[in-house]
């Protein structure tokens, strides 16, 4: 015969462990817990059976981490608004640019332009944060951007009275390194065919190192011609090509070849690929020196200004409209009012 299974209402009462009751009772069936299974408790009561109640009284504020495209759509539909397209290989300083930029505007106005609100905060915080006294680490250090959907920080700025919007686009460094061993891989790199202006990073540091040198000057030029295969720069945005951690050029034996390497990539680029980009500007950046006796930033007003730089109005073309009949096919003739 099977033995009766001992259960209680009372999640306190231990009668199936100890085999006593405890209300007392010593005939069970005066129990009105006894027998009985126990009640499941709301999601809204904690084990008290009393019910949670929510005290916050405050406001929820949005996290401010860096926007997924979505959010991006919407800051774009604010304010007139510039795109920035960032290129680099894996540490050739991306996050560095961005967090060093923001450095800047703590500081005061830069390149005429004056902070003026961000929907990122909290992310840009959190990319400076380790370049920064306050991080207790011997050198600045900047976070490896992580592979996976792109992000963007977003800062406003306000320059001779107008408000103006920065969303600048941040990608892992090897998803571009991908782009110069096949092409198709730039395919999903949607951010580039809306940008206003594409900065390509060449990393100072590998340059100046004698058997990272080749790899720095051939890796670049691949990387651009994967992507306008791909039509990614098929509005001509303008083209910034940026030379960063000058404090390690500086500090090469080798600097006077860096800077002949860096200008024939920047004459490379230009020859090869004018038509796909509307304007040129080169930079020489250290946005996070680990010399703490080198400026932070430098480099980065000038870019900023190029950056803010409108972009050169594409031509507009003269569409004909014809139906088939004879008086479509006529030409307008060209009047010389002068």
Same mark, same amino acid.
């Given at each position: 015969m099977a033995e009766t299974e001992v259960i209680c209402a009372n999640r306190e009462c231990r009668i199936a462990q100890g085999g006593r009751c405890i209300e007392g009772h010593d005939d069970l069936a005066k129990c009105p817990h006894y027998g009985k299974e126990p009640e499941e408790l709301d999601e809204d009561q904690d084990d008290d059976g009393l019910t949670l109640v929510d005290t916050f009284d405050g406001v929820h504020l949005p996290d401010a981490l860096p926007l997924e495209s979505g959010r991006a759509d919407r800051v774009l539909a604010m304010l007139p608004a510039r795109m920035i397209g960032v290129i680099g290989v894996h540490d050739s300083g991306k996050t560095s640019v961005i967090a060093g930029l923001f450095d800047l505007f703590q500081l005061g106005p830069v390149s005429g332009a004056s902070f003026a609100g961000s929907s990122t905060l909290h992310g840009l915080e959190i990319i400076c944060h380790d370049a920064r006294v306050a991080s207790e680490r011997d050198e600045p250090h900047s976070?490896?951007?992580?592979?996976?959907?792109?992000?963007?920080?977003?800062?406003?700025? $306000?320059?001779?009275?107008?408000?103006?919007?920065?969303?600048?686009?941040? $990608?892992?460094?090897?998803?571009?390194?991908?782009?110069?061993?096949?092409?198709?891989?730039?395919?999903?790199?949607?951010?580039?065919?809306?940008?206003?202006?594409?900065?390509?990073?060449?990393?100072?540091?590998?340059?100046?190192?004698?058997?990272?040198?080749?790899?720095?000057?051939?890796?670049i030029p691949l990387i651009i011609q994967g992507m306008v295969e791909n039509g990614a720069f098929e509005r001509k945005p303008n083209l910034a090509i940026i030379l960063t951690k000058d404090d390690a050029v500086q500090a090469s034996s080798r600097k006077d070849?860096?800077?002949?390497?860096?200008?024939?990539?920047?004459?490379?680029?230009?020859?090869?690929?004018?038509?796909?980009?509307?304007?040129?500007?080169?930079?020489?950046?250290?946005?996070?020196?680990?010399?703490?006796?080198?400026?932070?930033?430098s480099g980065l007003a000038e870019m900023l200004g190029f950056w803010l730089k409108p972009s050169v109005e594409p031509k507009g073309l003269r569409l004909r409209y014809r139906n088939g009949r004879v008086f479509d096919g006529l030409m307008p003739a060209e009047t010389d009012l002068g």
């Open positions: 976070e490896r951007t992580k592979r996976g959907e792109v992000r963007f920080y977003h800062i406003d700025v $306000r320059r001779d009275g107008a408000l103006q919007s920065l969303l600048i686009a941040d $990608r892992s460094g090897e998803e571009y390194e991908e782009v110069s061993d096949l092409a198709a891989n730039a395919t999903a790199m949607f951010e580039l065919r809306r940008a206003d202006v594409i900065t390509v990073l060449v990393d100072g540091r590998r340059l100046s190192s004698p058997s990272d040198r080749a790899d720095v000057m051939g890796a070849r860096v800077e002949q390497d860096f200008r024939s990539i920047v004459d490379g680029i230009k020859d090869a690929f004018a038509d796909h980009f509307s304007d040129f500007s080169s930079f020489v950046t250290s946005a996070s020196p680990k010399d703490t006796n080198v400026m932070r930033g």
